[in-house]
């Protein structure tokens, strides 16, 4: 994949903290699977060093991604790209680690959904979720020890997580 869609100047690829344990939300999985901004860049710097850096999901939220990828108003996004949701998910479960959480924590009442992230993060003993979920953000800094970033890298931990090579 290029980095940076034609016509934009390349951005660098950010480096990743080594020993790293992160869950993506799945709106910030998807955005890094069809789009070029911050998730994106994440996704391709978690490529480049696998052995440094865990990615974690559970069947919950590959089953949710799956159907968001199925919504019509992605067809064209996709297809920009020249996949298919069942590509893209490929692609994602390439790079993630699949875990089974045996409980999933009720804490997010207006998105049990939601809970789902927390239950996968528990289970990985995770560092790290990053989201773009009001839900899930109301919960930053922490949540029972694991950091709680912003998507596109608001926080100083998530901009020090992502720096670029120098």
């Known amino acids: 994949m290029p980095n940076g869609a034609p016509g934009r100047p390349q951005r660098k690829i950010p480096r990743i903290a080594p020993d790293v344990r992160l869950v993506l939300d799945t709106n910030v999985a998807l955005s890094g699977l069809v789009w070029h901004g911050a998730p994106y860049r994440l996704l391709q710097a978690i490529r480049r060093r696998p052995e440094a850096v865990h990615l974690y999901s559970s069947e919950a939220l590959l089953t949710e991604l799956a159907e968001v990828l199925a919504r019509p108003h992605l067809v064209k996004p996709m297809a920009a790209i020249g996949k298919t949701p069942t590509g893209v998910l490929a692609d994602y479960v390439v790079v993630v680690e699949i875990v ?38 109301g919960l930053q800094p922490h949540w029972r020890g694991i950091a709680i970033l912003g998507r596109r890298g608001e926080d100083r931990d998530c901009r020090e997580l992502t720096k670029p090579r120098r």
């Not at 789902?116 to 790290?128: E, K, R, Y």
């Open 100 to 137: 089974v959480p045996t409980e999933v924590p009720r804490v997010i009442a207006d998105d049990p959904d939601d809970d789902h992230v927390l239950a996968c993060a528990l289970t990985a003993c995770a560092d790290i979720i990053v989201s773009g979920d009001r839900h899930l953000l």
